[in-house]
């Protein structure tokens, strides 16, 4: 894996990668951020669950503080405004959803679509990484598989009286994270991490995952794709 990084000669410390790092670290740091309040917000909505709801948070927390700990080894400021506007629509999704007790909607945004988006991300990153933030987000995509089988899980179970919010909820979201990824793409690219590429392993998680839940696969290829124009 390193080769990869060595042949396509990344310079970790130009000021160019740093720029786009200032970016894309920040948003990992927010969306990890993020991530740990709304298994917390999870936990008071599905009490039976409370506890490995409690643990997963945690284990966001951590992964928090081992991103915040890449951007200090290359010398970078996260740019964490930034972080917060890029998700400011899927968070007040969120939000709006758990004030209104949609468990189903919940599970979608966090544990389906931002883990699916966290996994892809993940994994075309480690490749083209700087060896220190390699390791750390090796351990990082080991819990976020975790993470998503959880409302994989609990989904699959509730799949008859959940299908039409699920719907619905994939409807309202998807097309945020088609434009979220838009806006990082320069960025992404500067970190040699292609666009082509992070679409593809996300439809591959999002769809295998629809597929766990009880998905056929025509509603799999409607509901992956929703949104996506490229
Ligand atoms: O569940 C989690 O840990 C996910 C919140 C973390 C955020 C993943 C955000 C990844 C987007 C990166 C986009 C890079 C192109
Ligand atoms: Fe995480
Ligand atoms: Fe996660
Ligand atoms: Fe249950």
Same mark, same amino acid.
Request: hydrophobic share 40%; glycine share 4%; charged share 25%.
């Given at each position: 894996?390193q080769q990869?990084?060595?042949?396509?000669?990344?310079?970790?410390h130009s000021?160019?990668?740093?720029?786009a790092?200032?970016?894309?670290?920040a948003?990992?740091?927010?969306g990890e951020?993020?991530?740990?309040?709304?298994?917390l917000?999870?936990?008071?909505?599905?009490?039976?669950?409370?506890?490995?709801?409690?643990?997963l948070?945690k284990?966001?927390?951590?992964?928090?503080?081992g991103?915040?700990?890449c951007?200090?080894?290359?010398?970078?400021?996260?740019?964490?405004?930034?972080?917060?506007?890029?998700?400011?629509?899927?968070?007040?999704?969120?939000?709006?959803?758990a004030?209104?007790?949609?468990?189903?909607?919940c599970?979608?945004?966090?544990?389906?679509? *931002?883990?699916?988006?966290?996994i892809?991300?993940y994994? *075309?990153?480690i490749?083209?990484?700087?060896?220190f933030?390699?390791?750390?987000?090796?351990?990082v995509?080991?819990d976020?598989?975790?993470?998503?089988n959880?409302g994989?899980?609990?989904?699959?179970?509730?799949?008859q009286?959940?299908?039409?919010?699920?719907?619905?909820?994939?409807?309202q979201?998807?097309?945020?994270?088609?434009?979220?990824?838009n806006?990082v793409?320069?960025?992404a690219?500067?970190?040699?991490m292609?666009?082509?590429?992070?679409v593809?392993?996300?439809?591959?998680?999002?769809?295998?995952?629809?597929?766990? *839940?009880?998905?056929?696969?025509?509603?799999?290829m409607?509901?992956?794709?929703y949104?996506l124009r490229?």
């Amino acid at each position: 894996m390193q080769q990869l990084a060595d042949q396509f000669q990344i310079d970790f410390h130009s000021e160019t990668y740093k720029d786009a790092y200032s970016r894309i670290n920040a948003i990992v740091i927010e969306g990890e951020q993020e991530a740990h309040e709304n298994y917390l917000r999870l936990a008071e909505l599905l009490p039976e669950h409370q506890d490995e709801l409690i643990r997963l948070s945690k284990m966001e927390s951590r992964h928090k503080k081992g991103f915040e700990a890449c951007g200090r080894n290359l010398q970078v400021t996260p740019d964490m405004e930034f972080a917060k506007q890029f998700f400011a629509e899927l968070h007040q999704n969120f939000r709006d959803a758990a004030a209104e007790g949609k468990i189903v909607t919940c599970l979608l945004i966090q544990s389906l679509i *931002i883990e699916c988006f966290a996994i892809a991300a993940y994994n *075309i990153y480690i490749p083209v990484a700087d060896p220190f933030a390699r390791k750390i987000t090796e351990g990082v995509v080991k819990d976020e598989y975790t993470h998503l089988n959880f409302g994989e899980v609990w989904l699959q179970e509730h799949f008859q009286e959940s299908k039409a919010e699920l719907e619905e909820a994939n409807r309202q979201n998807l097309p945020v994270v088609w434009k979220m990824l838009n806006q990082v793409q320069e960025d992404a690219e500067t970190l040699a991490m292609e666009k082509e590429a992070l679409v593809e392993d996300f439809m591959i998680q999002y769809g295998e995952a629809l597929s766990n *839940i009880g998905f056929n696969t025509r509603d799999i290829m409607r509901l992956s794709a929703y949104g996506l124009r490229t």
